[in-house]
């Protein structure tokens, strides 16, 4: 098992250009996060998702949009990037968002993006 | 608003020491805490959850809700100890993390 897999590992953007980032799990996870860890602002959740076709808002999720066409895969795209876009984001999955033992979050390498 | 805070950036303690990584979380209800750890060019993962109530690489934490804490602790430091750690809470369906204590093993 690849467990939690990030595309692209590092990229770089001018200002207004879009991209999207890809997160696949092959654990059979139904929920599934995108998070951006900061200097002095640990992780942040972005958006995250309960099951296919579903998607819900975290923390920050201004300038984000996200989208969970197939279970394994959430998809974070940024339409319009920013410089203060830039940060490392990580994806994780989970088998279920609630309490007990089967809510471990399991992370993605994370995807270093600079914005120019 | 949900919050967790670790107040330590760094810590840096000797070899052989104890160690004692803080953290605090505003939740009012009944909260489900965690410690992730980031080890250097690995993954950010489980380490223990207060519900396990269980011992892992000799770190335990136990969940105090009348200081609201969740302080992680280990006797005696190890060199491989050395990595980020994260203190997180759960929330229905949304984690939050605190901002991370890089904690430094010196040999």
């Known amino acids: 098992n690849a467990g939690v897999t990030q595309t692209p590992k590092f990229r770089v953007l001018k200002t207004g250009q879009s991209m999207t980032l890809l997160c696949a799990q092959d654990?059979?996870?139904?929920?599934m996060y995108w998070y951006r860890q900061d200097p002095g602002m640990g992780l942040r959740l972005i958006h995250y998702?309960?099951?296919?076709?579903?998607?819900a808002k975290g923390e920050v999720p201004d300038g984000y949009n996200v989208s969970r066409l197939k279970k394994q895969n959430f998809l974070l795209g940024l339409e319009s990037a920013a410089p203060s876009q830039t940060s490392v984001y990580f994806c994780?999955?989970?088998?279920?968002?609630?309490?007990?033992?089967?809510?471990?979050?399991?992370f993605g390498p994370g995807t270093r993006l600079t914005v120019l | 608003a949900q919050r967790v805070t670790q107040p330590e950036k760094l810590l840096s303690v000797f070899k052989g020491a104890p160690v004692e990584l803080k953290c605090n979380y505003s939740?009012?209800?009944?909260?489900?805490l965690f410690w992730y750890v980031q080890y250097s060019r690995q993954r950010l993962q489980l380490l223990l959850r207060?519900?396990s109530r269980e011992s892992i690489k000799g770190f335990t934490a136990d969940l105090n809700k009348g200081e609201t804490s969740f302080h992680l602790k280990k006797p005696f430091a190890q060199e491989e100890d050395s990595a980020m750690y994260y203190c997180?809470?759960?929330?229905?369906?949304?984690?939050?993390f605190g901002t991370g204590t890089s904690l430094t093993v010196i040999p």
């Open positions: 994780a999955s989970s088998y279920s968002g609630t309490s007990g033992s089967k809510n471990e979050q399991f």
């Open positions: 654990m059979n996870h139904e929920y």
């Open positions: 998702s309960v099951g296919e076709g579903t998607t």
């Open positions: 939740y009012s209800g009944s909260p489900e």
């Open positions: 207060h519900i």
């Open positions: 997180a809470q759960n929330t229905g369906n949304q984690f939050y």
